[in-house]
């Protein structure tokens, strides 16, 4: 499977392009800010790859920025939680306002398709299987994605040594908890993490090392 990022100049976010294989179709993943997407198109000419979709984790700006003109160039359709939906295009219900007010000359509009998904829905493209896990905590809405059983795409729920944040709107460090007890902790050990920040991991070395699931299963 070819997997490929590029760290967002701001919040270091990943954004992720997988695929199959090179010169074939692929799925974008949290491109986020500034407009990168023509740091994302660079990739995809590198690889000649053809995107079909592109999945959001959450509904952070440093997530979705560059949601529109990427799913808009391309003609593809965006993929989210549907608690998360309404702030692509308003997204000052989920952040702090000392950022919101940095933001506050720019109008957002969400992409021209956009699907929502729920708990357990699945996408079958590209001869991968793509299962969207809810997993609120960080947000209301938050999504990890299942790929071929292969790779968990974390989001900002799970970063290598660490969680992800719960005191924005809609985050809840209760949510948080049980996420990480029923949705991370029962996944397998051999997952290759993709995490919304910082660099890649695994569930197993997660188990064994992450503080906050260690206190979980002491």
Not at 144 to 157: A, Q
Request: include cysteine; aromatic fraction near 6%; proline fraction near 6%.
């Amino acid at each position: 499977m070819l997997v490929r990022s590029f760290p967002a100049p701001m919040f270091a976010t990943n954004c992720w392009v997988i695929a199959p294989s090179e010169g074939s179709e692929c799925v974008i993943v949290d491109p986020g800010m500034p407009d990168i997407s023509r740091d994302i198109e660079m990739i995809i000419e590198e690889h000649k790859l053809k995107p079909v979709a592109a999945l959001l984790t959450h509904g952070h700006l440093d997530h979705t920025f560059s949601i529109t003109p990427l799913a808009d160039g391309y003609d593809i359709p965006a993929y989210i939680h549907s608690e998360d939906r309404r702030f692509i295009a308003d997204p000052a219900g989920i952040h702090g306002e000392k950022f919101i007010s940095q933001l506050q000359a720019m109008t957002f509009v969400e992409p021209k398709k956009v699907s929502e998904l729920k708990n357990g829905s699945t996408l079958e493209l590209l001869g991968m299987r793509i299962t969207a896990i809810h997993a609120p905590g960080h947000t209301r809405g938050s999504l990890m994605f299942t790929i071929n059983d292969e790779i968990l795409v974390s989001g900002d729920v799970l970063f290598a040594g660490s969680i992800g944040r719960t005191d924005l709107p809609t985050g809840s460090s209760k949510e948080m908890i049980n996420t990480l007890k029923t949705k991370v902790l029962t996944l397998s050990d051999d997952l290759r993490v993709l995490t919304g920040h910082g660099p890649e991991t695994t569930i197993k070395f997660e188990r064994k090392n992450n503080p906050y699931l260690k206190e979980l299963t002491s």
